[in-house]
Every structure is written in C-alpha cells, then in structure tokens.
C-alpha cells in the first residue's frame, strides 16, 4: 500500500471518528496524525511540517470573528434583529420568507450563518408557534436564509472561501461577489420550494407574533454599526486585506470601550479554528505526498464534463453530513477542484467553487449541524422535539441529492 493512499485513509478514519464522536475536535488527530507522518515516516522537520499552518486564513477568521462578536457582545447585533422583527409583522403567511430574508441579512452583514442562526432561531421558533406556521418550515427556512447569506465577501465563511479561491488562483476581485451572489440565488430557490412544499402559504393571514426588545440604538451602538460598514465598504470597494481591516476596526472599539475586548475573545470559535489549522497542516502534508493526486483521479473518474459540478456537490455534501462545511470540506474539496476539471476536460473553476460551496452548506439543516441543532434546542417545550428532529434530519441528507440537482441544472446545463 503506498504511502499517499495510507495518509488518505488516515485523513478518512479521522473524519468518520469526529463523526461519530461529537466530543472530539477532527484538528487535534490531524495535527498528530500530520507530525507522526512528518517527522517519522516523510523525514520532515517540525518547522516543515508546521509550515503548512494557513497562518493567513488563521488570522482572517480571528479578526472578522472578533469584530463581529464585539458587535454581539455589546448588544448591536440583538438591537438589529429586534429592528427586523418589528418590521416583518403583518401577513403570518410572509413571516417564514421574511424570516429567512433576516437570517440572510444578518449572515451576509458579517457574522456569518451560524451567528445569525443564534440571533433569529430564537425568536422565529416561537414565532412559528404562535403563529400557526409549521416549525419544520420556519427552520428549514431560517437555516436556509442563514446559508444563503453565508458567502457574503466581508463575513467569516466567505472570508475562507475567498482565501481558498485565491490559492488555486483564482484572484478576480469581484469574483467573491459573484459566488455569494450564485450561491444566494439557488439557495432562494430551495427556500422558495420549501415555502410551498410544506404549505406556508395555507397558514392563516393574521395570527398573534410574540413581543421584541423595545430598546434603543446608544451611541456605543451607532459607532459600532459604523465600524462594520467600514469594514463592509474596505474590503468590498478598495480591496483592503481582511484581517487588515478587521484588527485595525477591532483596536479602535477595544481602544473606546466600546465593546469588551476580554469577552469577545473568550468567545471566539477557537474548535473551529483548532478544526480548519490542524486539517489544513495535515491536508499540506498528503498533497506533498501524493494523496491529493490520488483523490482527484477517484472524484474525476466518477464525473464527466456534463455532470462535474453535480459530482462536486454531491460529494461536498455527503462529507459535510458528519464534518464542518466550512473547516472541513471547503479547505478539502476546494484546492481539488482544478486538477479534477483539468482530468475531466472542463475548464470552468469558479462553477466548480459554487457547487462545492453549495452542496457542503445545503445539509446543514440537519439536526447534526450547528445551524439545526440551534433550531431545535429554540423550539418551545410544548412542542415534540423527536418530531422535528427527525423532520430536519430527512430533509438535510435528502439536501445531498437536491444540492446535485441544483449543481447540475444551473452550472452543468446552463
């Protein structure tokens, strides 16, 4: 058995075991499997194996997330949401798009899908309730909304991918832009489809919304917004780097008070930063090695021009059931994706992007991700949570299939 092909099954036996246990972090096996091949079976220094730290994805994800969490931490992101609520009263029948139109807006200002996830679950669970409307529905909804608003250029996933896209060259300015504007249009659809599917528009017209904060902007609250459109019109229309601008906003807010720095940082998402660092030193170390090579020519013989990108979701979506779409599948589908074009004869690698980028997100609504699992646990007491569980769960591995769909109507024929 070659060595390229055992670093390989290594790297499967860790996914599958972060899998099945939920208490364990896939980067620290990586990082350990990553140095044991390293220093004892490749001959490689410690320095060279820790040269395969992403340390400018690292700091992207640090420095977006922190000026986000700023914003959640000082209550700017909770006075937003309560804003949005108030406006989206009225027609019940509109109230799961307009809660998907929220977690959209939320996700794609900056905080990414699950910080938005936190904020809106909570109250359109509930709302649901209330309201009469399926809570299937309105979760499906939310988590979709989230998703779609995920590859936004100034959040943190989109920041990820962006750093991912640029590595295999491609370095278009305005081509984040476009991926998050494919990405959000056919995760609409799905949301549109499910509006229908699961009888949103049958709710009755008028029903009762619970109540949100009647609370007030404070001028802690204005700067921050401030910042963040900062941070938005930086990257967007002068290009500057992320996590420039980002500790540059941070250290001004942490400098005034205006947000707890202390706090902030003990929130980061330090597992999925552990997650993305240690896969990414250990998926370094197999490309060296040759297993990436040896997964390109598996995945290519598997596709051909006509279904390639429907291969790419199917897959990223598979793989994303049990692993993080973001830390794990895009860092590992992603740097892939031109050598399994140039061994299928196709040539477009920005479609190839957007379906790995949409099949790995589209199963996210299951119970087993972040964004259903926030759902659920938001779902009031009265309700049967056994239900929903299993609800969520059908539809997030059937996401798998209807990702490939997706991928295949409008980036393989169209």
């Not at 959040?155 to 370095?171: C, D, E, M, P």
């Not at 707890?260 to 997650?275: E, M, N, Q, R, T």
């Not at 197999?286 to 995945?299: A, D, M, N, P, R």
């Amino acid at each position: 058995m070659s060595l390229a092909l055992v670093a390989l099954l290594l790297l499967v036996a860790i996914l599958v075991l972060a899998a099945v246990r939920s208490d364990l972090n896939a980067g620290i096996f990586a990082v350990a499997v990553a140095y044991g091949l390293g220093l004892w079976v490749m001959d490689l220094s410690a320095a060279e194996v820790a040269g395969f730290l992403p340390s400018q994805l690292v700091l992207t994800i640090v420095g977006v997330a922190l000026l986000f969490e700023m914003a959640q931490q000082n209550g700017t992101l909770g006075r937003l949401t309560a804003v949005a609520i108030r406006l989206v009263r009225g027609n019940a029948r509109l109230l799961p798009i307009s809660f998907f139109l929220l977690a959209f807006a939320l996700s794609a200002m900056g905080p990414g899908n699950i910080a938005a996830t936190v904020l809106v679950a909570p109250i359109a669970m509930p709302t649901a309730v209330a309201a009469g409307i399926s809570p299937f529905l309105m979760a499906v909804l939310v988590c979709t909304g989230a998703n779609a608003g995920a590859f936004s250029p100034v959040s943190v996933t989109g920041n990820i991918n962006t750093a991912l896209i640029q590595k295999i060259g491609l370095t278009e300015p305005l081509l984040p832009l476009q991926i998050f504007l494919t990405v959000a249009l056919i995760q609409a659809v799905t949301a549109l489809t499910a509006y229908f599917l699961l009888g949103g528009y049958r709710v009755q017209r008028h029903a009762e919304v619970p109540k949100v904060s009647q609370q007030g902007f404070e001028l802690r609250h204005i700067l921050t917004l401030l910042a963040i459109g900062l941070f938005i019109v930086a990257l967007v229309i002068f290009q500057v780097p992320a996590p420039a601008a980002a500790f540059a906003l941070v250290a001004i807010l942490s400098l005034f008070r205006l947000g707890d720095a202390d706090a902030s940082i003990k929130a980061l998402p330090w597992g999925v930063l552990l997650l993305i660092s240690g896969l990414s030193i250990l998926i370094g170390l197999l490309e060296k090695v040759g297993s990436l090579e040896l997964t390109t020519h598996l995945l290519a013989q598997a596709a051909t021009p006509q279904t390639v990108n429907a291969v790419l979701a199917f897959f990223a979506g598979l793989a994303s059931v049990g692993s993080s779409s973001s830390g794990v599948v895009m860092p590992l589908f992603i740097p892939l994706a031109p050598q399994i074009l140039e061994r299928v004869g196709v040539a477009d690698l920005t479609s190839a992007v957007v379906a790995i980028d949409l099949g790995s997100h589209m199963v996210d609504v299951s119970p087993l991700s972040t964004l259903g699992a926030l759902c659920l646990a938001a779902l009031p007491n009265s309700h049967n949570r056994s239900r929903l569980f299993r609800q969520l769960l059908g539809w997030g591995l059937s996401m798998t299939v209807a990702g490939a769909l997706l991928a295949w109507v409008f980036l393989d024929l169209l």
